[in-house]
């Protein structure tokens, strides 16, 4: 066995020595590939082990609240400033942003393509009783959408069941159950841009300046979580909040299209 170990050790000394570091992350930018085109050009990347956790934001800021995360990758502004209000962050850099656009059935009975404003397409959507798929997960996308219903005046949680149907799902599942049920939803572009199932759905509505998506990325504090990787992550944190960094985003392409951009 100590032979077989040496041997490992001989062919792979990397593996044996790499550090390991945590991202808490938002699964729309683990689902839009960026992760995997992105972390690979970091100067360190092959002596470190980095990790992403993808889950809602809500979650993901939870965890690394939990120290369970070096690095929290988010898109929930209010939330993140509640982070580091509390001491659980010691910086936050404005990554990158996208937007997010309301998806439904491409004939449009509803005639949401002339709608002037989000919160108009969700009146229309709730005016006419039509199914409306929400994640309710707590994560940055259900935090906006629930802003948008909140323009409306509208409470859609009382209609759960009926034409509001919550998913506690991810992104995927719930647009995979908004095609299915040919209902609507509100999803960030590079989560549509990646998704396959389109069928008879497309993008209804979009107003990039209105739904403005924007992706914040904080450091964690060493003090609340001594234990963390704070060294490789303070390295790796000022690497991705670099113009090398934010060249490779801002080219990043999903079927031709841009998918993040930076400010």
Not at 171 to 200: E, Q
Not at 209 to 232: D, F, H, K, Q, W
Request: charged share 20%; proline share 3%; with cysteine.
């Amino acid at each position: 066995m100590i032979r077989l170990i040496l041997y490992f050790f001989l062919l792979f000394p990397s593996t044996l020595l790499a550090e390991t570091l945590i991202i808490q992350s938002t699964t729309s930018t683990r689902d839009s590939g960026l992760y995997k085109y992105l972390l690979p050009n970091y100067p360190d990347y092959s002596n470190l082990k980095i990790k992403v956790i993808a889950v809602g934001t809500g979650q993901a800021i939870v965890n690394a609240r939990n120290c369970d995360g070096d690095i929290l990758i988010v898109h929930d502004k209010e939330k993140e400033v509640e982070f580091l209000d509390n001491g659980y962050g010691i910086k936050r850099h404005d990554l990158m942003y996208n937007d997010f656009v309301i998806i439904g059935p491409t004939e449009d009975s509803l005639n949401i393509q002339n709608s002037s404003s989000a919160s108009e397409v969700f009146s229309k959507i709730y005016k006419g009783k039509h199914l409306f798929i929400s994640r309710s997960d707590s994560s940055g996308t259900h935090s906006a959408e629930m802003r948008l219903w909140s323009d409306t005046k509208v409470n859609p949680r009382r209609h759960s069941g009926d034409w509001y149907i919550e998913t506690g799902q991810g992104m995927g599942p719930s647009l995979n159950i908004a095609i299915s049920l040919n209902g609507y939803v509100f999803t960030d572009r590079s989560s549509w841009l990646r998704f396959n199932n389109k069928k008879s759905h497309s993008i209804l509505y979009e107003n990039p300046e209105e739904l403005r998506n924007n992706y914040g990325m904080i450091l964690v504090n060493p003090e609340r979580c001594p234990n963390n990787n704070y060294s490789a992550a303070r390295k790796l944190y000022e690497w991705l909040s670099s113009t090398d960094a934010a060249n490779l985003i801002q080219n990043y392409k999903l079927s031709g299209s841009q998918v993040f951009y930076i400010k």
